[in-house]
């Protein structure tokens, strides 16, 4: 490498991906393996990482079955260990339905019930963004968070 060459901005060490039921069950379910493939990883389950990374997984599983969902078809989930932070993608089948972006989330009103997801994200994750899977169906959400 040479003097001017920067280094890769994120390094895999280790992956885990799986598709899931664009379900209820298969969003509870994405968020208990993230948690068991992050102890195996050595991210300790119940230590302040392992819970970050389970609410996003959390709160991005519920969006892609709540608003991504395309009858017959699943989610899938991509964790990608790099050491000193875990990516994690959540890809949904719907095209449309696009999350609102990072910088322009807007907080709800105190009396709705919902919309408060990505702001979630937005506050456990260093980044995270909304990546289009064309010329496929669906879209990317993806966020990555610090293993502190």
Do not use: C
Request: proline content about 6%.
């Amino acid at each position: 490498m040479s003097a001017h060459a920067s280094a890769p901005e994120s390094i895999t060490v280790r992956a885990f991906a799986q598709r899931f039921s664009a379900t209820r069950r298969g969003a509870r379910l994405a968020r208990y393996l993230t948690l068991q493939q992050l102890d195996a990883w050595g991210v300790p389950y119940g230590s302040e990482p392992s819970d970050d990374i389970a609410s996003v997984v959390g709160e991005l599983a519920a969006n892609a079955v709540l608003h991504g969902r395309v009858p017959g078809r699943d989610f899938a989930l991509v964790l990608r260990f790099g050491g000193d932070h875990v990516r994690v993608e959540v890809t949904d089948a719907r095209t449309g339905g696009r999350p609102t972006a990072p910088g322009q989330l807007v907080a709800p009103a105190d009396e709705s019930e919902s919309g408060r997801g990505l702001l979630l994200v937005s506050a456990l994750a260093s980044r995270w963004g909304i990546t289009d899977n064309a010329p496929a169906p669906g879209k990317t959400v993806w966020a990555e968070i610090g293993l502190r």
